[in-house]
């Protein structure tokens, strides 16, 4: 008999970064599945609306943790406020972008951006994947980008992270397998709503199309036990394949400056 999602990565799921986008859409698309939530934010007004919603949508129960990842201290609080918690799945949603000029942004930005990007990331994955193994079930999802393939300027350091969190998965579907976890790594493209880059009307061949933010969480929870990267939507997945086997990486960074440049990731956001 197939197990339901549910019995495969519940009873609770943590979202971390839910207050809006795909972090939003990756709640209500768990709540839909029966999962009950925990969700991550620094936000408090935003996470309380979430809530309100689901829980008048799917019923479930949720729980509110809001935490400023960048703080060394996240992944402690946010393990102390879910103690007690079975949690089947963290999706690690949360990401800054600091798009600009390398030299331009201020590094304390840049910093904070590694340790929300990567840091709390570590964290969050080490605390819960052990109660998972000691379960025997359980499941990771973590949100990269295609700007974790190939170098580009403008979002270099961006880029830098995800490129860790596409490692880093890639790395504990192996180890954690054996163990009744599974990871997935969900590579997206321009996400609607997600930044202003989409709603420029300027053409071009180097602008992408934007994906609908409940799509791309819809795709990664699919894949999650099925397959370890999933990049959503058919133009991206030609993009993803592009760039990693057909074109020279020289080839291939210089479609991705062409790309961030024309996407206007000039100032920092």
Request: charged share 15%.
């Amino acid at each position: 008999m197939k197990r339901s999602f549910a019995d495969l990565y519940g009873p609770w799921a943590l979202v971390a970064g839910a207050s809006r986008g795909v972090g939003f859409e990756f709640a209500v698309a768990l709540a839909l599945r029966g999962l009950n939530l925990v969700l991550v934010a620094r936000n408090e007004s935003a996470l309380d609306a979430v809530a309100s919603e689901i829980e008048s949508m799917a019923g479930v129960k949720v729980v509110l943790v809001v935490a400023d990842l960048a703080d060394p201290d996240a992944a402690g609080r946010v393990g102390a406020a879910v103690e007690g918690l079975e949690i089947g799945l963290l999706v690690y949603n949360t990401g800054i972008t600091n798009a600009g000029s390398f030299l331009e942004l201020p590094v304390d930005g840049l910093i904070r951006q590694l340790a929300v990007n990567c840091g709390a990331q570590i964290g969050l994955v080490h605390l819960l994947a052990g109660k998972m193994a000691a379960r025997g079930r359980g499941g990771l999802l973590f949100m990269s980008s295609l700007n974790a393939l190939a170098g580009s300027p403008l979002v270099a350091s961006y880029g830098g992270t995800k490129a860790f969190s596409l490692i880093l998965g890639e790395g504990l579907a192996t180890e954690l397998r054996p163990l009744g976890i599974k990871v997935t790594v969900c590579c997206a493209g321009v996400i609607a709503g997600e930044t202003d880059t989409e709603k420029s009307s300027k053409p071009s061949l180097f602008r992408p199309p934007a994906i609908a933010a409940a799509r791309v969480a819809s795709v990664a929870l699919d894949a999650l036990g099925r397959r370890t990267v999933v990049v959503p939507g058919l133009f991206y997945r030609i993009v993803a394949f592009s760039l990693v086997r057909l074109l020279p990486r020289t080839l291939a960074r210089w479609l991705m400056a062409r790309t961030a440049r024309e996407l206007d990731f000039g100032t920092s956001s």
